[in-house]
C-alpha cells in the first residue's frame, strides 16, 4: 500500500518536472519571411558584416574545399559523433533566406535555429552570444546579400542521446552565459575590444581551451590548449610553448600576415584563421593580438626564455653554424644517430638555410611545433608538410610521408626534440606516427597563407563579393 | 651507400643528403625523371618508392636504403612499353614533354594501388603534377586507356 502511494506520488512529480522542463526549454518558431532583397541592406553595413565573418571564420566550417561559398555540410567530427555544417546562404529553403534579423540573433546568442530547435554548439554560439546587437546586424547583411545556393546539409551522426536536440536545453542551462559581451573596467579599452573579439566571434577557446566529458569548454582552464582537426592547439596562457614568449606585436604580425620571423608559418587550422584575418581591419586585430598577449602573463610566474633559443634567435648565427653543424650531424650519423642524419640531410638544406622566413623555414629552436607537450604538430607537418598557398605566392613545405618510414619519422622527432627544445623526451611519439598514418588522427592539411604582398586576387575578390 | 633502383642494386657514391633525382641522373645515367622546380612543387621528378610517388627533388637518398626505388625506365622500354607508357603513346598525351614521366609515375602509382579509380580520383590524384602546356585533357585520357590495358582479368573472363 505504502508503496503503491509512493510509486504515485513520485510519477506525478516526474510529470510535473518534465511539463517545467518542457515549458523552460521550448522555443517558439520564429515566423519564415520573404527573403530580403540584397539590394536592401547599406553596402557599408555588409561590408563590416564582411570582415566580422573573416573575424568568426564561419568560412572554415561552412564552406567545404571547393564547394560554393557557405552552402554547409562539413562534417565537424565531435566525440559524440559528426555534426554537419548548415547552408547559411539567403536560399530559402536549404539556407536561411527565411530568417528574419530576430531569429539569426535568437541563433548567434542563444543557439536556437527559426524553428525554435536547438542548435549544438559544433556552432560556437557558447562564444558567439558575445555578439553585440550591430555586430550581429551587420553580419546578418552580409550572409543576406550572399548568393543563395541550394544545398541540404547532411544529416547529423549522433548518438543517442547527443541526437535529442532537446538535451541542448540543459547543456545550455550548465555552460552558456548569454551575452552580450560586458566590459571590464579594470582593462582599457583596446583590451575589451580585443576580449570582445577573441571570446566572442572569434571564438579561440574553440580550439585553444581544454572541453570536459560533455564537450564543453573548462572555463577554470581558460587557454591552456586543446585540440583541432588532427593538430594540438597550443596554450596561450601562461602554459604557451613558445620558446620565445609571444607579445602584442609579435601576435599582430602572426595573426596578420600568417607567420612571425620569431614563431614561424601558421599552418593547419590555424593557416586557415591567418589567412581570414588578413582581411580584417589591422586595429581588430591588434586588439586581439593586445588581449591574447595578456592571456600569456597572468600566472605572473614570469616566464622564461628558453636560453637555447635566446642563444640561437639571430639567424646569422645559425647560418654561420650551419656547415659545421652538418658535419656534426654527418658524424653523428656515422656513430649511428639516425635522427641527427635524416635533419642533416632532409631539414637543415632549408631550416639553417640563408632565406628569410617565410621562404627559409624557421630555424627549430624557436619552433613551437618541437618545444610542444606531443609531437602531433611535428609529425603533421613532416608527413604532409605546408602545402603552397592557391594562386598566390606562399611559404612551402614538402611533406615526406612516402619517402620516411615510422622508424626514420620516431628517429627525426626524438632526435629533433632532443636538440632543438630544454624540454624532456616525448614519450608517445610512436603512437603519434601510428594515429596520423592510420587515419585514426584525422589531420586536416591547409594551404598555407599566402604572403600578403603579392595576394591581390584572393582579396579583391572577397570585396568584391562584399559588394555585390 | 646501396640503392635498390628498378630491382637492382647500384653502389652509388654520394653524399647522404644528395637528392635522390641527382643521384639517378647523373651518376645512374636515368634521365626520365626530370629537374623542374627543385622544391617538390611541380612533379617532373616523380618517381616510386616502395611504389608510392616522391618528389626525387626533395628526396635525400639518406632516407632510401632498403627501399625500392622505380623510375619510368623500370616500367618498360622504347621497344617493350609497359601499359602506362603505351597509353601515353597512343593518347599522344605530350605537347613538350617535360611532365611526362612524372606524370606516368603518379598515374602508375594509383593503378597499381586502385585499379578501379575513378575519374575524380584520378583528377584529384595527379593534382600536385604541374602541365604548363595545357595537356590535361589527353593526359587523363591516357591514364583512362592505361587504366583499361592494366585490369586485372575477372573471374570467369575467357582466355
Redesign the interface.
Known sequence: MRATRFAFIFCIVLALAAGVFALAAWQPAIDPITPPPATGFDPALVQRGAELAAIGNCDVCHTAPGAREFEGGVAIPTPFGAVYSTNITPDPDTGIGGWSEAAFQRAMRKGVRRDGAYLYPAFPYEHFTLVSDGDDKALYAYLMTRRPVHAAAPDNALSFPFNVRLAMFGWNQLFLRPGPYRADTAHDEIWNRGAYLADGLGHCGACHTPRNSLGAEKTDDKFAGGEAEGWTAYALNAGSPAPVPWNADSLFKYLHRGFEEMHGVARGPMADVAQELRTVPDEDVRAIATYMAAQMTISGSGRQVAPQAEAQTRRGVMVAAASADSQAARSAAASGDEGAAIYAAACAGCHEGSRTMPYGGIDLALSSGISGPNANNLINVVLYGLPAAEAARSPIMPGFANSMDDKQLVALARHLRARFSNKGPWNDIENSVHEARSAQRAVTVSHAPADQATAPATMQRKTDEAQR | MKLNVNNAQHDVDAD??TPLLYVLRDDLKLNAAKFGCG???CGACTVL??G????SC???????AG?EITTLEGLGTAENPAPIQRAFIEAQAAQCGYCIPGMMMRAQALLQKNPHADDAEIRAWLEPNLCRCGTHMRILHAVHRAQEMMKPAQPGDAG
Do not use: D, I, M, S
Open positions: 647522404p643528403r622544391l617538390g612543387q618508392v616502395n608510392e610517388p616522391v618528389f626533395v628526396t635525400p637518398v639518406a632516407l632510401l627501399k
